[in-house]
């Protein structure tokens, strides 16, 4: 079963510092590397998205980098606030499907 | 959240009955999926369909069937429920298969 690899498990961050979470995928042939953002009790939305042709995508406070020899990409948070504690999700696209890892919880200290 | 609703939104119900969940979309997407989170697991996909009366197996399709008889409505049914489906439900949409949009979840306890 294909799998991607997110760590860490969780996160606690100062205001105003960099997140950054990590994932490593293990098939070359996926396409479609997408980031969602999951608020207790919500469904996930999503956040930013990267296909492999480009090596890093801004959206904000938001980045994605991606290497794609390393078979990893990471989600960094510029500026981290109280409003960005929540759970991500790192995924790829698998066919129809979307693999996803199991999330980090990340925690915005004020 | 994206023209998605599904109902119910909470439902406790006891091991061996039937169970019905439906997602309902007004954009007209062609995919749509049914997803399962429990934790340490993240989401996994357990069927999706890319057109009326066209679906496919998931991962983790073993006990639930589905069916799509309308563009706008996807059924995920638990046809003897059991104590390791207790999890969170969740619908997603699709125009094509890369962009998902989620909907707000049903939280289903089996006892």
């Known amino acids: 079963q294909q799998q991607v690899k997110q760590s860490p498990q969780s996160l606690i961050v100062q205001k105003g510092g960099i997140s950054i979470i990590n994932c490593a995928y293990e098939?070359?042939?996926?396409?479609?590397f997408p980031w969602y953002q999951q608020f207790p009790g919500k469904g996930p939305a999503l956040l930013i998205a990267?296909?492999?042709?480009?090596s890093e995508k801004k959206e904000g406070r938001f980045t994605i980098s991606f290497n794609k020899s390393a078979k990893q990409f990471s989600l960094h948070i510029m500026d981290s606030q109280p409003g960005d504690s929540a759970t991500y999700f790192c995924a790829y696209q698998a066919g129809t499907a979307l693999i996803f890892g199991k999330g980090t919880t990340l925690s915005v200290s004020s | 959240d994206a023209g998605i609703t599904q109902s119910p939104r909470h439902k406790v119900t006891e091991t061996g009955t039937p169970v019905t969940l439906r997602c309902h979309q007004t954009?007209?997407?062609?995919?749509m999926y049914w997803y399962r989170q429990d934790p340490g697991h993240g989401l996994r996909l357990i069927h999706y369909s890319y057109g009326v009366k066209d679906t496919d197996k998931g991962e983790v399709s073993d006990g639930y069937s589905v069916s799509r008889s309308k563009t706008e409505d996807f059924l995920l049914t638990l046809e003897s429920a059991t104590s390791s489906q207790t999890s969170v439900y969740f619908c997603a949409i699709s125009p094509e298969y890369n962009e998902q949009f989620f909907g707000p979840g049903t939280r289903l306890t089996v006892l």
């Open positions: 098939n070359t042939a996926f396409d479609y």
């Open positions: 954009e007209n997407h062609r995919y």
């Open positions: 990267i296909r492999p042709d480009v």
